[in-house]
C-alpha cells in the first residue's frame, strides 16, 4: 500500500512504503536525539534509506555523460574530482564545528547554571560578581522598558525584599531585539512563569 508523507493511504501522492516512512522516522528520532549525521548509525540508516529507494536504479545510466566527446568526459571527471575533496573538507569542517560546539557548550553550561540560581534567587552574587560597569551602562538602562507589576503599579522599591530579578525572561525577551517585536500580550503570563 503506497503512503504519502503523511503516512495517510494515497493513489497519486509521493511513492512512499511503510517501511520507508518508517525508517525515514527512525533517522528524524536519532537526530532529534542530538546524534549529528556523522553518526555512524545514522548514516548507515540513511545508506539503506537510499538505497532502497534507489536500488532499482543502480547502474542504469542516462545516457547523457557517454554521449559527451572525450574532452568533456575528461573534465566532468576533474569536476568530479572536486567535489569529491570538497565532500572530505566539508566533513573535516563539520567534524571540527562540532568538537567546538561541545567545548563551548561545557564553558557556557555552567554560567547558565549560575545565571539561573541568580535570576531565581537561590544565589546571591558577591560584590566581587557585581562588579561590571561599562561605558554604556546608563544608556542601557534608559533602553530597558520597565514592567508594570498586577494592577498597573511601578516595580517595588529597592528597600522591599525581592527574591532573584522578577520577570527575569519576560524582560529579556521584551528588551532584546529579535525577540522584543515578538512578544504579544497573550505571551507576558506564560514568560513571567519561565525560570
Known sequence: RKLNS???AADD???????????????????????????PEIQAAMRALLEGKLGDMAGISSGYVESLPPAVKRRVKAL?????????????????ILALDR???????????????????????TEEECDWASDEESED?????EIPE???AAAPDADEDVKGIPKFWLSVLQNFNHTGERVEEHDVPILEALQ
Request: proline share 1%; aromatic share 6%.
Open 6 to 8: 503523511m503516512g495517510d
Open 13 to 39: 501522492v509521493v511513492d512512499v512504503t511503510a517501511e520507508e516512512l518508517a525508517s525515514a522516522q527512525g533517522i528524524a528520532d536519532l537526530m532529534n536525539s542530538g546524534k549529528d549525521g556523522n553518526d
Open 80 to 96: 568530479k574530482k572536486i567535489q569529491s575533496e570538497h565532500a572530505q573538507i566539508e566533513a573535516q569542517y563539520q567534524r571540527e
Open 103 to 125: 567545548k563551548y557548550g561545557d564553558m557556557y553550561a555552567g554560567m547558565y547554571e549560575k545565571r539561573s540560581t541568580i535570576a531565581n534567587g537561590a544565589y546571591e552574587p
Open 141 to 145: 538602562e534608559d533602553r530597558i522598558q
Open 150 to 152: 498586577e494592577g498597573g
